[in-house]
């Protein structure tokens, strides 16, 4: 059972890297030395680099590492990309590779951005009359966009910026709930510093002039702001990708187009109409989003949301991605809300997210919306092939056959052996277990 390890500790933070570990050792790992000697490991000699990597967040005792890998082949938009990916389930990155490469010889993937916009929104209580809010923020709405002229100069001189704030009446949802809802143009930048800035400073002259509004003091009903904070909804930064060939040229020698065809739109309408299905089919399609997402660097946290979000935007959890034979012409589209920056925060920040932008030739963050898109259609194009045809477990188990034998502590010898015997044979974990023993014997 649980126990109470330590009494609540004031200052943690205060203390030195050093004295955080000491603390942790007595506490937690009763002065195992090879628990704090593995958390030094993971140190890196590069002391600037480290002190870069303590500095991104409160109380860093060491790295946490997750591979970087590379699938190549990408063509879109007529261009060939190498995609960096940060994952740790074995089979990504490699179903991403086919993928790209099923479709490098079928004109690649196009992508468009249909629109950029971002939002946030000032939640408010007001009690009072409809009418007299209305009429209020009709007069003092050239004022909130005043005062955030310092905060949005340089994104105007950019050509983004505030787009427009509205009032909502969300009374009928929640009683006496009012939103300033505010729209935005963030270019490159993800914008979510800059949204909330704009936001708080919007929400504190919304509030202070309603502090001497007369017909708020006359009823003795004063709008009073809730909080103020940018959403992760996206559904107006939008992007689509999507591939397209003859049915007859998705013929391989394991199946025919047609079949093949056939059996992949009715596994993507599967997952339009049932949620259990469609949640996990979407997860597929993170998995190729969120590896470029981390390695560029962006919030995955945030278009987790957003996307999850996008994909109930009509009442029902159903499939992100579309599919469709018309007059023998297979196509494969998805349409998702994507909230990236190219600039800012730790794109800028971590050596490795700045040799992500390198390996994609410095996209702009429209271009890597499109990118971005066409890596989740790409993996679930993968998923959804493997599904179909051969299940799921053969490729994904062919990849996970090093996982297996790493936890066995297998020497590279018998990696080369098991190698070998598994391009013919099924891995299970019981089968590579069995060999690496029979091996050993
Ligand atoms: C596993 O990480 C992802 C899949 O489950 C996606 C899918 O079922 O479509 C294979």
């Known amino acids: 059972m649980f126990q109470n390890m330590y009494k609540p500790v004031s200052g943690f933070s205060k203390k030195t890297k050093a004295q955080k570990l000491e ?12 628990a704090i000697a593995t958390l030094k490991k993971y140190w890196n000699s590069d002391e600037k680099l480290q002190k870069l990597h303590d500095d991104f967040i409160e109380n860093t005792i060491s790295n946490y590492y997750l591979p970087l890998g590379v699938a190549p082949n990408f063509l ?12 740790e389930e074995s089979s990504v990155v490699a179903a991403a590779s086919n993928a790209a490469k099923f479709w ?25 009359k409809q009418s007299d ?17 310092s905060l949005q100069k340089n994104m105007q001189k950019r050509g983004g910026g505030l787009i427009d704030i509205v009032l909502l009446n969300s009374t009928k949802a929640l009683n006496g709930y009012y939103q300033l809802h505010c729209t935005f ?21 919304f509030e202070t002039e309603a502090s001497t509004y007369t017909p ?18 996206v559904p107006e930064c939008l992007v689509r990708a999507q591939v397209s060939c003859k049915v007859e040229d998705l013929t391989t020698k394991h199946i025919d187009g047609a079949v093949f065809a056939q059996k992949f739109v009715r596994a993507i309408d599967i997952a339009k109409v049932e949620p259990r299905r469609a949640v996990t089919h979407n997860k597929g399609i993170m998995n190729g989003i969120d590896a470029v997402v981390l390695a560029t660097g962006n919030d995955f946290r945030a278009v987790e949301a957003g996307v999850h979000a996008y994909a109930s935007k009509d009442g029902n ?20 809300p994507l909230a990236l920056g190219t600039v800012g925060g730790l794109t800028s920040l971590h050596p490795l997210t700045k040799l992500a932008f390198t390996l994609l030739q410095k996209p702009n963050a429209k271009q890597l919306m499109q990118i971005v898109a066409v890596a989740g259609l790409a993996q679930n194009f993968a998923a959804i092939r493997s599904l179909v045809t051969t299940g799921i477990q053969k490729g994904h188990m062919k990849m996970h056959l090093m996982n297996i034998l790493n936890q066995m502590e297998a020497t590279e010898l018998e990696k080369e052996k098991a190698v070998t015997f598994f391009t013919e044979h099924q891995v299970t974990h019981s ?11």
């Open 133 to 149: 809010i209305s009429t209020f923020f009709s007069e003092v709405k050239p004022k909130l966009i005043e005062s955030i002229a």
């Open 104 to 128: 490098l010889n079928k004109g690649g993937f196009t992508s468009n951005v249909i629109s950029t916009q971002k939002n946030g929104q000032v939640h408010v209580n007001f009690f009072g």
């Open 76 to 87: 879109i938009n007529g261009t060939l990309f190498t995609l960096p990916m940060v994952i």
């Open 23 to 34: 603390w942790l050792a007595t506490t937690h790992f009763s002065n195992d030395e090879t």
């Open 185 to 205: 143009e963030t270019l490159d930048a993800m914008g979510a510093n800059f949204i909330n800035s704009c936001l708080e400073e919007i929400a504190r002259t």
């Open 431 to 441: 089968s590579v277990e069995s060999f690496v023993e029979n091996l050993r014997n």
């Open 317 to 336: 959890y159903t499939s992100l991605t579309d599919a469709k034979v018309e007059n023998g012409i297979f196509t494969f589209s998805i349409e998702i």
């Open 216 to 233: 708020f003091k006359n009823c003795n009903q004063s709008p009073e702001v809730v909080l103020s904070i940018l959403s992760n909804f």
